[in-house]
């Protein structure tokens, strides 16, 4: 008898110890949840009074439809379209020139009720992208710079301040803008060179870094699911982690791409000027680029190769 107590005491024992090894990392990761949840959010910061991301939207909804096919019009359609945006281009413009921030809620239906908001950006940096175009067929390349420009700022705010989807969003106005600017680069004089790279250098530095997105996107969770968010992330966090790399990646392309662009642009400016190519990127500096662009992936500075 003293020897089943003793042999069911063990047992016990023993039960207990598997019972502790495989809830000990529940029991961390609940108090991992615990201690995020207590963190204390950052206040939600004030919206801008007037916030150019409300003129965005406005001027959106205001945009001609015919604005999307600005690859595939002649230019009597294009002088059309333009003129029909000129109320909304100007709107956006005005925004551009206001401080900007997404206007987030903190609701489970806000990312699909926001949909329509995302859609009126995107218009909007169509349009700049048709006004542009017309002024290419009208001989203004410098007028096309501008409006492709325009598109690039316009991708840079209406990003600023949201969640994930508004940056990947202000990715592709920028991306437009990128690749219109890179057909006319060789029909751009010194002057417009100079300064389309100077502008274009001064949006990067004003960018929203890919760290503060994530931690806008974070707490926009944190608000609007609670621990249920934390719970749905463990659950897809492969899922999650891929789409995440899937979009750093898109961004440090765009990224890339653009910094490339700036050298073509010091580089054009800088030939014009001298009557040769300059011999390395330290040429560019400081007249040309306050800096030499970096490569996003690696981190080190982007390679000039002379034509």
Known sequence: MHHSAISMTTKARNWLGVLFILA????????????????????????????????????????????????????????????????ALALARAGLSNECRVPLQFSKTYAENH????????????????????AEMQNRSSGAAKSYLDAIHLGNESGRGGILIDAMIGVACESLGVQQLQKITGELDAKSCR?????????????????????????????????????????????????????????????????????????RAYELDKGHSPASL????????EAVPQDPFTGTNMVYSPR
Request: hydrophobic share 40%; no cysteine.
């Open 24 to 87: 000990f990392p529940f029991v961390l990761f609940f108090g991992f949840l615990i201690s995020e949840l207590a963190k204390s959010l950052p206040p939600v910061p004030p919206l801008p009074n007037p916030n150019g991301y409300d003129d965005f939207v406005k001027a959106g909804e205001m945009v001609s439809t015919n604005s999307w096919y600005y690859d595939s019009t002649n230019l009597e359609q294009l002088r059309e379209t333009t003129a029909a945006n000129t109320e």
């Open 115 to 134: 949909i329509s908001d995302l859609v009126s950006v995107r218009r909007v940096s169509q349009a700049f992208i048709a006004q542009g175009r017309l």
């Open 195 to 267: 300064e389309t790279a100077a502008t274009l250098e001064a949006l990067r530095a004003q960018r929203q870094t890919w760290g503060e997105i994530m931690q806008q996107e974070s707490d926009w969770s944190r608000r609007t699911f609670g621990l249920r968010g934390q719970f749905l992330k463990l659950f897809y966090h492969s899922r999650i982690k891929h789409n995440l790399q899937r979009a750093i990646d898109k961004m440090k392309s765009s990224q890339k791409i653009e910094g490339q662009l700036l050298i073509v642009l010091a580089a």
């Open 282 to 289: 330290a040429d560019l500096v400081p007249d040309y680029l």
